[in-house]
């Protein structure tokens, strides 16, 4: 099974189109927590119990873990470990280099660490893609239109008629023979985020930006889905993980991610 | 003393422009040195010891590590620390994120590991460059034509009249208020290393891409040099660390530095 099959899969099983965010700071999570003995582990274990009945997938951004050093890549693993294998993880490290060194990347993160999907940042090209895309089963999420503000700098930038952007999805589809490959687009571009799901149809797209960056829960279902009303996997951090900052945190995470899909339902 | 004059001092006393990558593999230091408790970092404890009066800089490549898991993340750091403070330090992550998430990128890489500058993606724009360019005694090298094959596949398109890669040069210009942006061109591109110089005279230029990838040393020194012949920064990986298989490595890799620094005096 291909990893689009599989997501599409879990998407209807799970009927939810939502991802969490596992970006985790020790600053942020709720103080009794700071004596566990693995206060990110144990902050992860208990957003999952709470959550995993309601989502597809959870995006741990490895900077959050990488900062905390080899105590974070340590609850990194551990936490991969305790989602379960009827959801996606995707390993949000939107790394990019040369052949030689993209093959280690995706070997540390699909097979030791278990990552089932990647973000890519497309800017080495093909070859420092490719890696990524050998085992059809593990999925890559190619950033093309990112929701922050810097976005308009390069990404936007006109290549003939058509911005630089569209040469990515362009390039994400013709890469795409083996129906592993997803495109990141932020929620803070709708009529962009339109415009791509014309031109890849069934292809997954990660739409992170919703919440605090700005960006609308509405318009990414209504222009994030494919025909049949999937294949949009909508990004939600800081809004639902810290969601209460007291010992009510998992249970206020499950109540923030029931009202979301109580809105995509409508 | 900014990043960029820091450089410049140490590749003035130094007299050299080569920086060697610790690209280490498990696979491919000697077998002798799978006996010892850290193999890893002994051996890059012995090329550093054999080569650090030649060299203006060191760049580990993030992915060895990282694939070696917490391991891996542990001897990178020590590593660091056998680095005289008079040699500049590369950390090659090629990191590029959001805002918040650069933050906690730039801190762990800066402080936590102490790395005195890093390789960063520039496609995310400016607020995913900023968080590493805060402090002015660390040092960016942004991405702009790399030395791979598929730098062709969106580096090169032409946006205007100009290519891609082009506007991020200007871009890094324009950002360089502080004096420590440098870019990563590969030796691979001499002709547009050379147009490269001319629009940033004194910016550091980071080069890879020469030996195993077929870049050239003598135009990398010819184009990328500022007027007075610094502010290129050589990198090799391979070709030194992996001069010889046997007991003699750190001599061995000690005579291909001497070679080459030969061949670029010349």
Redesign the interface.
């Known amino acids: 099974m291909t990893f689009t099959q599989r997501l599409l899969e879990i998407q209807t099983k799970q009927n939810s189109l939502i991802c969490i965010g596992l970006?985790v700071d020790k600053d942020k999570i709720p103080k009794h927590l700071l004596s566990a003995s693995d206060p990110i582990l144990e902050f992860n274990r208990r957003i999952i119990e709470a959550t995993n009945d309601l989502v597809c997938a959870y995006k741990p951004?490895l900077?959050?873990y990488?900062?905390m050093?080899?105590v974070g890549?340590?609850a990194l693993?551990e936490t991969l470990k305790l989602i379960p294998k009827t959801i996606i993880t995707i390993g949000d490290g939107?790394?990019?280099?040369?052949?030689n060194?993209?093959e280690?990347?995706a070997?540390?993160l699909y097979n030791?660490y278990g990552f089932d999907s990647v973000t890519v940042?497309?800017?080495?090209?093909?070859?420092?893609?490719e890696p990524f895309l050998r085992n059809k089963e593990k999925g890559v999420f190619l950033?093309a239109l990112?929701?922050?503000?810097?976005?308009?700098?390069?990404?936007r930038?006109?290549?003939?008629t058509k911005p630089?952007y569209e040469?990515?999805v362009l390039?994400a589809k013709k890469w795409n023979t083996q129906n592993n490959i997803g495109l990141v687009v932020g929620a803070t571009h709708p009529k962009e985020l339109q415009h791509i799901r014309k031109i890849v149809p069934d292809m997954p797209i990660l739409i992170p930006g919703i919440g605090k960056?700005g960006g609308d829960l509405k318009s990414s279902i209504l222009y994030g889905c494919s025909k049949n009303g999937k294949l949009a996997v909508i990004n939600v951090s800081r809004s639902i993980i810290y969601a209460s900052p007291e010992k009510d945190f998992a249970e206020a995470a499950r109540k923030a991610v029931l009202k979301m899909l109580e809105e995509i339902r409508s």
Do not use: C, H, W
């Open positions: 970006d951004n900077a959050f990488e900062a050093g080899e890549m340590y693993r939107k790394r990019g280099d040369i052949g060194t993209a280690r990347y070997t540390s030791d940042n497309p800017y080495m090209g093909y070859d420092s893609v950033l990112t929701s922050n503000p810097g976005s308009k700098d390069f990404q930038l006109k290549v003939g630089f040469k990515v390039s960056q």
